[in-house]
């Protein structure tokens, strides 16, 4: 998308993509408390002239936070680390939670 580009409306756009026009609305409200867009009234909402610089480590340390923030909500047992889930290693065995044919049954 260009500086200044006009977006679809809340409703154009969750029709186009089959979503509700709430998440929408949060997705560009989201977008413009980052600085990405602006919303003129009566008019609509578009992409910024200047886009905010993202420091893509500071970045991925907040996508690395929210993800252990959304684990501690969960209730998980004991023997389950949620550490897996925000870094590259796979479950297996009894360690991550893949559990044994045997335990399935």
Not at 31 to 53: D, I, M, N, Y
């Amino acid at each position: 998308m260009k500086a200044g580009e006009k977006l679809p409306s809340h409703r154009e756009l969750s029709e186009r993509i089959v979503v509700a026009p709430l998440t929408v609305k949060k997705a560009y409200d989201e977008l413009e408390a980052l600085g990405f867009l602006e919303t003129q009234r009566g008019r609509g909402t578009f992409v910024c002239a200047t886009l905010p610089k993202i420091d893509r480590e500071d970045q991925l340390e907040r996508i690395r936070q929210d993800g252990r923030n959304f684990f501690r909500r969960l209730t998980l047992p004991a023997s389950v680390s949620p550490s897996w889930w925000i870094s590259s290693e796979a479950p297996t065995g009894t360690d991550g939670g893949a559990r044994d044919e045997k335990e399935r049954v």
